[in-house]
């Protein structure tokens, strides 16, 4: 059940059964010369849904915009200051705990959000530690990147080995065309697999990684790459997700 087609006689309803909800949370910014903006959102958003549809879990709006300081010096990248992301995590688990949710399951598209999504369930739990915020001791948050299980990295090791790399990957693009086949862009990359390294800011990263990719070659994505990742996402989030509403 999707929160923002639901009413709220029927949020009530759910509540007498489960007090958990998924939380998918991504990112709006550049994915290298083929890939869409939208990919991190797009694609936790959606293997969201599946596994709401898969378990009745209630799935709340995605949090398409995320932490992507270093993807700004690319056009249409759009970012939050890890504190405002801080802020705006916290703010959505209170929303939703006012009304007695007390387990929250975020899918999460995007590796650059990990670091300060974990810092925003720490200023939850420290809240309830320190006694300052009455009834909201108790709560759990959990964190979980869709690419980050066995079926999926198994299954993309097999599609596209080492060109498989670290962002704009043809794992999480074939994923978007999969979902949006009208937006499919075949191209052939030059070099075929990009750089891989470090980085700090926005314009070091752009100097680094000059048409955006990191490692990997999304001119190997597919429709059909695409459906057996979502498939193999949706498994195995699936499975945690029970395990974790348990
Ligand atoms: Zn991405």
């Known amino acids: 059940m999707q929160l923002q087609l639901a009413t709220w006689p029927e949020v009530e309803a759910y509540l007498a059964t489960s007090r958990t909800v998924i939380i998918p949370i991504g990112s709006t910014e550049q994915h290298g010369p083929n890939g869409m903006i939208g990919t991190d959102a797009l694609t936790a958003d959606a293997i969201a849904r599946g596994v709401g549809e898969a378990t009745g879990a209630l799935v709340a709006p995605v949090i398409a ?7 700004m010096a690319f056009a249409g990248s759009m970012t939050l200051r890890p504190t405002t992301l801080i802020a705006l995590v916290r703010d959505c688990v209170v929303s939703l705990a006012r009304h007695g949710f007390e387990r929250f399951f975020f899918i999460n598209g995007h590796g ?10 720490s200023e939850i739990y420290a809240e309830a530690s320190l006694g300052a915020a009455g009834n909201r001791a108790g709560l759990k948050c959990v964190l979980r990147n869709w690419w980050e299980n066995s079926q999926v990295r198994s299954l993309s090791k097999e599609l596209f080995a080492n060109a498989e790399g670290g962002h704009a990957t043809p794992s999480e693009v074939s994923l978007t065309w999969f979902l949006y086949p009208a937006h499919t862009k075949p191209m052939a990359l030059d070099p075929p697999i990009a750089p891989y390294g470090s980085f700090a800011d926005a314009h070091d990263y752009r100097r680094a990684f000059p048409d955006g990719r990191i490692g990997s070659n999304p001119g190997l994505s597919s429709v059909e790459a695409g459906k057996r990742i979502y498939a193999a996402a949706v498994d195995a989030l699936t499975a945690d997700y029970k395990s974790f509403a348990a």
């Open 112 to 121: 650059g959000n990990i670091a300060t999504v974990t810092a925003a369930f």
């Open 65 to 71: 915009v995320g932490m992507a300081q270093h993807h």
